[in-house]
């Protein structure tokens, strides 16, 4: 938990190097020589330390040093409560099995089903602290989590409840989307119209009664759901007021990024084999791509996001672990930057934007990811020189301090 402070003391930092992300500028933002006073969780002041305004000037200060700050990380694409492991599936693919090949044989996200179900809440909160303070230990202050390991009512509602119940015993804010259109149940085998009834009829509209999802996913894909079936979802998801975003496009081309485009997505994720109509589609509706290199590294695609596309069109990318224990056991943001960077040839800058700001834009949300008046002070500090560093290295950690909510 945070430190006691008092959430009205107003705190500056001194003598720091500070990246903002703010503005709609594809930099940085990077202030030399800079400071950044806050109150209340709520940053007052950022700017070149020589031009701070004399009441934060004699507030008591902590010196940083040089030190690089940065908005915390923001991991906009989760899905970090699960039970057990699928450490048998990656012996599979490691003998040339396919995703689709496990996922046919009974592995993949049904055997993540099975497990779940029989866990208790207590127990699916046990297992997931240690995947949420990896991440926090490495500069993350926001985390979206999905459910879809549950595949009926009960057990959506469990996982999204320990979801939100993480927030109560760490100092982070936690993100909730419903992702109960994520696999067929073995109970529906055969009949995937008749479990998008069941999503649309009985489990989407519980969870909103209960306020238990910020958003509503879904996975558009051979091996799931078509696009009519998702866009069945995605009504239901608009009838109760909620923001969608989509698993799209990942193994192969559906229109999943322009169907996600035409609800107004938040996000399309994934998205190795969008094309150009959908990469345009998601520029107008100001979607937000979200690159999930984890996934791509861990089941051996080949096919990358098609990011010269996304970069012509101006859509913004975000970057995320996309944590699961079936694709991408991945609890490194640091990592996944380098592997954004490696994999996909995204640049540092993108990159950074990627975890903070485009991360942000991807959950909804305006208050955090940039560092500027009035946002939440979510800061990471970092002791590197250039910001290329949190890139660069891989296995190893900079970061000197965490700051969540001024704290």
């Not at 305004?53 to 908005?71: H, K, M, V, W």
């Not at 559906?254 to 969008?274: F, K, N, P, Q």
């Not at 224990?325 to 934007?353: I, K, Q, W």
Request: hydrophobic content about 45%.
């Amino acid at each position: 938990m945070a430190d006691d402070v008092d959430d009205q003391e107003l705190r500056v930092w001194r003598n720091a190097r500070i990246a903002t992300m703010a503005g709609d500028a594809p930099g940085l933002g990077l202030i030399e020589r800079g400071a950044l006073a806050a109150r209340g969780g709520r940053i007052v002041h950022v700017g070149v330390d020589d031009e701070m305004p004399a009441e934060y000037r004699d507030a008591r200060s902590i010196d940083c040093e040089g030190r690089l700050i940065t908005p915390g990380l923001v991991d906009c694409h989760t899905h970090l409560v699960w039970a057990g492991n699928r450490a048998n599936e990656f012996e599979m693919r490691l003998a040339g099995a396919s995703y689709e090949e496990v996922a046919r044989s009974g592995g993949g996200i049904v055997s993540s089903v099975r497990s779940l179900r029989q866990a208790s809440e207590e127990q699916l909160v046990a297992e997931t602290l240690p995947r949420l303070d990896a991440l926090i230990a490495e500069g993350a202050t926001t985390v979206e989590i999905k459910s879809g390991y549950g595949l009926d009512l009960e057990s959506e509602a469990k996982t999204l409840r320990a979801a939100r119940s993480l927030a109560e015993t760490r100092s982070v804010s936690i993100r909730t989307t419903l992702l109960a259109a994520h696999a067929l149940p073995p109970e529906f085998a055969g009949d995937k119209d008749g479990y998008i009834s069941r999503v649309v009829d009985e489990i989407l509209p519980a969870i909103a009664a209960e306020g238990l999802a910020d958003a509503v996913d879904g996975f558009c894909e051979g091996i799931a759901f078509s696009p009519e079936q998702i866009a069945r979802v995605f009504d239901a998801a608009r009838a109760f007021g909620l923001p969608v975003k989509l698993h799209a496009d990942q193994l192969s081309n559906l229109g999943g990024a322009a169907l996600a485009a035409r609800y107004g997505a938040l996000s399309a994720d994934h998205v190795e084999y969008t094309d150009e109509a959908g990469a345009a589609a998601m520029a107008r509706a100001g979607t937000v791509a979200v690159l999930l290199p984890g996934a791509f590294y861990f089941i051996r695609e080949t096919k990358k996001p098609p990011v010269d596309l996304f970069r012509a069109q101006g859509v913004p990318m975000a970057i995320a672990t996309d944590c699961n224990p079936g694709t991408s056991p991945l609890t490194s943001l640091l990592l996944t930057m380098n592997m954004a960077a490696t994999l996909f040839r995204l640049t540092v800058d993108e990159c950074l934007l990627g975890v903070t700001r485009h991360a942000a834009r991807a959950l909804g949300l305006d208050d955090v990811g940039v560092l500027a008046p009035g946002k939440m002070a979510d800061l990471a500090i970092w002791n590197v020189e250039r910001p290329a560093e949190l890139v660069y290295r891989m296995g190893f950690n900079p970061l000197h301090q965490r700051i969540w909510r001024a704290k």
